[in-house]
């Protein structure tokens, strides 16, 4: 994997790692057009960090660049996702002071199948939103997967 701006890991006063020198993001995605709301996960690679869990698509920020864009540039890195089919809802933001990671949540306006552009993505799926939690989530999601998943169901409301 060659390395870019912003590739790097911050430490943790606690001894957890944090990948991204200027923080991370990545894009929850959803689609509407199906009985029940399904949202698009990702295998991570074995190799990565907390390879084999499903996650969302997204990494480092490039040094300046805002979260909406990295997650949508990342997530057409990995995923092939078209930032013209994508609907940005709102954000929410990890912040650890040293560090944040930003979850963009937002809406695939129309379909499109997902594909795997790079080695970080094992697979790609439409996930009905009931069964995310019966995935083996990475970590960090699976840590914030029901107030991520409360936001959507908010905003989908509104």
């Known amino acids: 994997m060659a390395f870019r701006d912003g590739d790097g890991w911050v430490m943790c006063s ?36 907390s390879g084999g869990t499903w996650g969302i698509p997204g990494g480092a920020l490039k040094m300046g660049e805002d979260a909406v864009g990295a997650a949508l540039r990342e997530s057409h890195e990995e995923a092939g996702v078209p930032a013209d089919y994508v609907r940005v809802l709102e954000t929410s933001v990890l912040d650890l002071g040293f560090w944040s990671y930003t979850t963009v949540l937002a ?6 199948e ?5 080695l ?3 697979a790609l799926e439409w996930v009905p939103m009931s069964a995310v939690q019966d995935r083996d989530l990475h970590p960090g999601f699976g840590r914030a997967w029901a107030d991520l998943r409360a936001l959507l169901e908010n905003q989908l409301r509104d």
């Open 120 to 122: 970080e993505s094992a």
């Open 114 to 118: 997902p594909v795997a552009m790079d």
């Open 107 to 112: 809406i695939a306006d129309d379909y499109f």
């Open 14 to 49: 606690c001894g957890h790692k944090h990948w991204g020198l200027h923080g991370a993001a990545g894009l929850l995605l959803i689609r509407l057009d199906m009985p029940e709301p399904h949202v698009l996960l990702q295998l991570r690679a074995e190799w990565s960090h």
